[in-house]
């Protein structure tokens, strides 16, 4: 009997540690046409001569049909899973737009592209990408359709599903989309939810970019203590990590390192609470702790997942 009572309460603990961190760590989404569709359809920029990126705003101003897909999509998702949390596309649009004046207000500089600070604004977890084509063949219609999941973070795609909807008389690309990503939603979400456990486990991949500029009174030779400003800020993110994931892939010299993607826990303890962590978290940490030592610095956050360090 007691063995039995130690196993109940042992089960008991196990589903209230898993009904926390499910309520405190739910996944953000995103909702957004992919790449592919802003490109056959116009909606793309190429601002200076760079590479070509997705016109998200005036893809969904041109073409209101768009619009309703991409919500039919994320209805869809809130259905199956009310615990994601979905981020809206066109309010990371405003907030982007109001973060862009402000900076342009305060002297700050284009450091990221359009998309990026979309991004960075949504905070989201994971994108949703959506690709669809109306087909017509006499009087009637298909869709076919491609849906991604991307990490916000690495742009890393997985977990895709494609497919073909029934032959229908009816030309509603929203209509028809629904009918057919319905029966492959559940599988999705299971391979999006399986990804994101994933990051909770292993943590979220942030790539770091730290230079050291012309008039600094330091360079990653330099001494902190006893050790070379290099050493100090490799243990800082090894500490800062998913048990130094990550940190062995790093290019360095005497005036920078470039970390390709640490990976920092999901949820860290960020002032004395228990909080979902992202790039910015651990960039400002970093930051205070090289201030401590009397190493002034700075930092910029490219979309969520890019970090630049600038120590002057």
């Given amino acids: ?20 961190q499910k309520a405190m760590t739910p996944p953000h989404v995103m909702v957004v046409p992919d790449m592919i569709y802003c490109k056959a359809h116009g909606y793309v920029s190429k601002p200076d001569g760079d590479t070509e990126r997705p016109d998200y705003e005036r893809a969904l101003t041109e073409d209101p049909t768009l619009h309703s897909v991409l919500v039919q999509v994320a209805q869809l998702i809130s259905d199956r ?24 207000a305060n002297g700050g500089d284009m450091y990221e592209s359009v998309e990026e600070a979309i991004i960075r604004c949504s905070q989201a977890d994971i994108l949703i990408k959506v690709q669809y084509d109306l087909l017509k063949n006499g009087p009637q219609y298909q869709v076919s359709y491609t849906i991604t999941g991307t990490d916000a973070y690495t742009s890393r795609m997985f ?11 009816s030309a ?26 994933g990051m909770v486990t292993k943590g979220r991949m942030v790539a770091f970019d730290i230079k050291t500029t012309e008039t600094a009174a330091y360079n990653m030779n330099s001494k902190v203590g006893d050790i070379t400003l290099h050493e100090f800020i490799e243990d800082f993110l090894y500490d800062n990590s998913v048990d130094g994931n990550g940190t ?8 920078f390192m470039q970390y390709e993607g640490v990976y920092i ?38 979309g969520l997942g890019k970090v630049n360090i600038y120590i002057k």
């Fill in 1 to 20: 009997m007691k063995r039995i009572l130690t196993i109940v309460i042992a089960l008991l603990a196990i589903t209230g540690s898993t009904w926390a």
């Fill in 81 to 104: 899973n009310p615990d994601i949390v979905i981020v809206d596309l066109l309010e990371a649009i405003s907030q982007m737009k109001q973060d862009a004046q402000m900076a342009a």
């Fill in 159 to 169: 977990a895709p599903i494609e497919g073909m909807g029934a032959p229908s008389t």
């Fill in 172 to 197: 509603n690309p929203v209509v028809l989309l629904r009918e057919a990503v319905y029966q492959n939603m559940d599988a999705f979400l299971a391979k999006v939810l399986q990804y994101y456990q």
């Fill in 248 to 255: 062995e892939r790093v290019k360095s010299g005497a005036t």
């Fill in 265 to 302: 826990p999901l949820i860290a303890t960020i002032r004395g609470r228990q909080r979902k962590q992202g790039a910015k978290d651990v960039a400002l940490k970093l930051v205070n702790t090289l201030e401590s030592k009397g190493i002034t610095a700075e930092y910029k956050i490219r």
